[in-house]
């Protein structure tokens, strides 16, 4: 199995930034992409940004010029930093990752979620 664990959210002030991270572990013969997705209260869940596992990252328009995704790859950790953060970006965060997994001489590809960390940006 693949487990992600989501860290780094928070309570902060409109303009302020915040880090979140994201570290994958479990059975992963390789990462393909790991991205951030968000939920706000009676909406959808969005992408935010995805990183690929040769460093290609796309945003959402919302958070262009204001967010930026990166990953180590060594350590299975993706990353969000997000600077001037605005009201509408509070939401629960979640990390996801496309994984490629073996068992025995089998290889299975994945999709699997964090647990979601709150974000909350106060005006």
């Known amino acids: 199995q693949v487990q992600l664990v989501e860290s780094g959210g928070g309570l902060v002030q409109a303009g302020g930034s915040l880090r979140l991270s994201c570290a994958a572990s479990g059975s992963i013969f390789s990462i393909n992409k790991m991205g951030w997705y968000r939920q706000a209260p009676g909406k959808q869940r969005e992408l935010v940004a995805v990183i690929t596992s040769s460093d290609s990252a796309n945003y959402a328009d919302s958070v262009k010029g204001r967010f930026t995704i990166s990953a180590d790859n060594a350590k299975n950790t993706v990353y969000l930093q997000m600077n001037s953060l605005k009201p509408e970006d509070t939401a629960v965060y979640y990390c996801?990752?496309?994984?490629?997994?073996?068992?025995?001489?089998?290889?299975?590809?994945?999709?699997?979620w964090g647990q979601g960390t709150q974000v909350t940006v106060s005006s």
């Open positions: 996801n990752a496309n994984v490629l997994r073996a068992s025995g001489t089998a290889y299975y590809t994945g999709n699997y």
